[in-house]
Nanobody, 121 residues
Framework: QVQLVESGGGLVQPGGSLRLSCAASGTIFSIDAMGWYRQAPGKQRELVAVITRGGSTNYADSVKGRFIISRDNAKNMVYLQMNSLKREDTAVYLC???????????????WGQGTQVAVSS
């Protein structure tokens, strides 16, 4: 089995910062991309940021210049540093990993349960 566990969410004032972490564990041969998505009430899930194993990154336009994604390949972890938070960043943030469980496995998507981020004064 594979588990993705997020941490670091919470309540923060507008303009504040939070750092999310996600740890992947279980039977994992290799992880290709890791990323963060978010889903606000009544809205579709959207990509926030993604990072490849080699370190290439891609961000949603709404978070460019404010959020930074990084990963530790040795620890199977991905992080999201969120700065200058806005009320519209309020959502459940979910960790995603595209990985192979065994050497000859195909890649599959795995998701965490999510961590709530609330930006409010």
């Amino acid at each position: 089995q594979v588990q993705l566990v997020e941490s670091g969410g919470g309540l923060v004032q507008p303009g504040g910062s939070l750092r999310l972490s996600c740890a992947a564990s279980g039977t994992i041969f290799s992880i290709d991309a890791m990323g963060w998505y978010r889903q606000a009430p009544g809205k579709q899930r959207e990509l926030v940021a993604v990072i490849t194993r080699g370190g290439s990154t891609n961000y949603a336009d709404s978070v460019k210049g404010r959020f930074i994604i990084s990963r530790d390949n040795a620890k199977n972890m991905v992080y999201l540093q969120m700065n200058s938070l806005k009320r519209e960043d309020t959502a459940v943030y979910l960790c995603n990993a595209v990985l192979r469980r065994w050497r000859w496995d195909s890649t599959n998507d795995y998701w965490g349960q999510g961590t709530q981020v609330a930006v409010s004064s």
